[in-house]
């Protein structure tokens, strides 16, 4: 099936920045279309960013001009650099596959936290 691995999560000061990484095995990594999404509890997951195998990509409204997806290939890892984060971006961050590119993701990270704190 596959497997997903994210970290680079944490607690950072509003205003500043993190690079979260999702390294991926166990399946043809470079044909997939690759999603970041996040999970408030209580509230309903929110995609934040995706990546097609040939590098388009595609953000969320919460995640236009701050954040920035990127994928290297060579690692088997997507990236998702935050910038400007402020205390409405705490959430569980995960990464997702999807080998469609259809919006069917079927393998998931397991994910991590991010808090911003004022």
């Known amino acids: 099936q596959g497997d997903l691995v994210e970290s680079g999560g944490g607690s950072v000061q509003s205003g500043g920045s993190l690079k979260l990484s999702c390294r991926a095995s166990?399946?043809?990594?470079?044909?997939?279309?690759m999603g970041w999404f996040r999970q408030v509890p209580g509230q309903e997951r929110e995609k934040i960013a995706t990546i097609s195998a040939r590098h388009n990509t595609d953000y969320g409204d919460s995640a236009k001009g701050r954040f920035t997806i990127s994928r290297d290939i060579g690692k088997n890892t997507v990236y998702l650099q935050m910038n400007g984060l402020e205390p409405e971006d705490t959430a569980t961050y995960y990464c997702a596959a999807d080998s469609t590119c259809l919006g069917q993701y079927t393998i998931w990270g397991q994910g991590t936290q991010v808090t911003v704190v004022s």
């Open positions: 166990g399946f043809v990594y470079t044909s997939y279309c």
